[in-house]
């Protein structure tokens, strides 16, 4: 198998080129280092030169592609250039050779080249100086050191920056796309927060609109009729100024718009009241610690204010016992869903609501009659579930929900040390 030699590359062909020519035309005119000295020249022949000037000139071609092995043949060419004439030119392609060996090479072979060359260089002007007893004894060690310790230090502090500079792209490229995919999360996270939010703030209110307008068109009774429009109008209403917030938000309209409150578990008895005029039969089981404003009855009593769960009181678990605003949202809006899907999907039967403080969790449980209905009374788009289940999630709890000794079971388990739900 024949062996095929990497392609030089062009500039390094343009090097090999310009040497080669330049040697020949000092030849042409006679130019040698040692033509007119005493130094001991073992090969006359005029044309000596040429052959190392040749060889090393060839040796530039492998510069990049083979850089160990163009200065191991180099290295060899310049010392049959020192038996001849010599020319200036073998000497600097050679130099030329250390500095891409160091430059281009493997990391082992850049690594050695400037200590090999260093030590030459003292041992150069040292062994000599030490031997013949002549300080100009060291010129040969500075020699030793412009032919081939400068070039190989210079590559290699060239190599340094080279690889420094590589670096510090590899890590900009890594900054820039650990941050599209920060981004890229951040975004999805932001799109499913707003996706449960108006899932949660209008689906309820939608429902109750679409059952009772179906209740309007199928019963030939005026007052019946009057009452629903009556719900249906209240309901519009109501989620009109919803949407409005949750677009002020997106649209960040802070300076425009009040601030929307965040619902908290003291909201739940008028939204199960809410819920109660809408026909459902729902009762809430929870504490006043847990729940403020609910009655003993399971209905919701009024706070200082007059309004039903409100007041000053209505946040739940004031000073040590008080509930973290993220889990109070988490479950509130697990209600509101859990509601609005026995609104819709439930059959003939009580709704019930319990919630419980215990083993540092807020636990929570909504019951409802599972069972043959005639259909839903209102489309819905089966991302409730999935909502409610995110919502526990990012809160490191559980969520659970499906049918249990004959009732349609949500459980919900919201740690209380529980972060920010996004």
């Given at each position: 198998?024949?062996?095929?030699?990497?392609?030089?590359?062009?500039?390094?062909?343009?090097?090999?080129?310009?040497?080669?020519?330049?040697?020949?035309?000092?030849?042409?005119?006679?130019?040698?280092?040692?033509?007119?000295?005493?130094?001991?020249?073992?090969?006359?022949?005029?044309?000596?030169?040429?052959?190392?000037?040749?060889?090393?000139?060839?040796?530039?071609?492998?510069?990049?592609?083979?850089?160990?092995?163009?200065?191991?043949?180099?290295?060899?060419?310049?010392?049959?250039?020192?038996?001849?004439?010599?020319?200036?030119?073998?000497?600097?392609?050679?130099?030329?050779?250390?500095?891409?060996?160091?430059?281009?090479?493997?990391?082992?072979?850049?690594?050695?080249?400037?200590?090999?060359?260093?030590?030459?260089?003292?041992?150069?002007?040292?062994?000599?100086?030490?031997?013949?007893?002549?300080?100009?004894?060291?010129?040969?060690?500075?020699?030793?050191?412009?032919?081939?310790?400068?070039?190989?230090?210079?590559?290699?502090?060239?190599?340094?920056?080279?690889?420094?500079?590589?670096?510090?792209?590899?890590?900009?490229?890594?900054?820039?796309?650990?941050?599209?995919?920060?981004?890229?999360?951040?975004?999805?996270?932001?799109?499913?927060?707003?996706?449960?939010?108006?899932?949660?703030?209008?689906?309820?209110?939608?429902?109750?609109?679409?059952?009772?307008?179906?209740?309007?068109?199928?019963?030939?009774?005026?007052?019946?009729?009057?009452?629903?429009?009556?719900?249906?109008?209240?309901?519009?209403?109501?989620?009109?100024?919803?949407?409005?917030?949750?677009?002020?938000?997106?649209?960040?309209?802070?300076?425009?718009?009040?601030?929307?409150?965040?619902?908290?578990?003291?909201?739940?008895?008028?939204?199960?009241?809410?819920?109660?005029?809408?026909?459902?039969?729902?009762?809430?089981?929870?504490?006043?610690?847990?729940?403020?404003?609910?009655?003993?009855?399971?209905?919701?009593?009024?706070?200082?204010?007059?309004?039903l769960g409100t007041?000053?009181?209505?946040?739940?678990?004031?000073?040590?016992?008080?509930?973290?605003?993220?889990?109070?949202?988490?479950?509130?809006?697990?209600?509101q869903e859990s509601?609005?899907?026995?609104?819709?999907?439930?059959?003939?039967?009580?709704?019930?609501?319990?919630l419980e403080r215990?083993?540092?969790?807020?636990?929570?449980?909504?019951?409802?009659?599972?069972?043959?209905?005639?259909?839903?009374?209102?489309?819905?788009?089966?991302?409730?579930?999935?909502?409610?289940?995110?919502?526990?999630?990012?809160?490191?709890?559980?969520?659970?929900?499906?049918?249990?000794?004959?009732?349609?079971?949500?459980?919900?388990?919201?740690?209380?040390?529980?972060?920010?739900?996004?």
């Amino acid at each position: 198998m024949a062996l095929v030699l990497p392609r030089p590359h062009r500039d390094d062909v343009r090097i090999a080129a310009g040497g080669l020519l330049g040697g020949v035309v000092l030849w042409a005119l006679g130019i040698h280092p040692r033509a007119s000295s005493g130094d001991l020249v073992l090969w006359q022949a005029p044309w000596a030169p040429l052959v190392p000037l040749a060889v090393t000139a060839a040796c530039e071609l492998l510069r990049r592609v083979l850089p160990r092995t163009g200065l191991l043949v180099g290295t060899a060419a310049l010392v049959l250039d020192t038996l001849t004439l010599g020319s200036i030119v073998t000497v600097v392609l050679y130099t030329d050779l250390v500095y891409a060996a160091v430059l281009y090479g493997s990391p082992a072979t850049a690594r050695r080249i400037p200590w090999i060359t260093g030590l030459l260089t003292v041992l150069g002007g040292v062994v000599p100086a030490a031997l013949w007893r002549d300080p100009q004894g060291l010129l040969i060690g500075v020699g030793v050191g412009v032919v081939a310790f400068a070039p190989a230090a210079t590559g290699a502090l060239v190599r340094n920056h080279r690889d420094a500079a590589e670096a510090a792209r590899l890590r900009a490229e890594q900054t820039a796309l650990l941050a599209e995919m920060d981004r890229a999360q951040a975004v999805t996270a932001e799109r499913a927060r707003v996706a449960r939010e108006l899932h949660d703030m209008v689906a309820n209110h939608l429902s109750a609109i679409a059952i009772h307008s179906t209740a309007a068109l199928s019963l030939d009774d005026p007052g019946t009729a009057r009452d629903a429009l009556a719900v249906i109008r209240q309901n519009s209403v109501e989620g009109l100024a919803e949407m409005r917030r949750l677009i002020g938000i997106l649209r960040d309209s802070a300076g425009d718009l009040e601030p929307t409150a965040t619902p908290t578990l003291g909201g739940l008895p008028a939204l199960v009241e809410g819920f109660r005029a809408h026909g459902l039969d729902v009762r809430l089981d929870a504490d006043a610690e847990t729940c403020p404003g609910t009655g003993p009855d399971g209905h919701p009593g009024t706070g200082p204010d007059g309004h039903l769960g409100t007041g000053p009181d209505a946040r739940p678990g004031s000073g040590r016992d008080r509930v973290p605003a993220p889990v109070e949202l988490a479950a509130y809006r697990i209600v509101q869903e859990s509601l609005t899907n026995a609104l819709k999907h439930a059959a003939e039967g009580p709704v019930r609501v319990v919630l419980e403080r215990a083993d540092g969790a807020l636990h929570l449980r909504v019951t409802s009659p599972y069972g043959p209905n005639g259909g839903p009374r209102a489309p819905g788009s089966g991302a409730g579930l999935t909502g409610m289940r995110e919502r526990a999630a990012l809160l490191g709890g559980s969520f659970r929900a499906g049918p249990e000794d004959g009732l349609w079971t949500v459980r919900a388990t919201l740690p209380l040390g529980g972060g920010e739900p996004q």
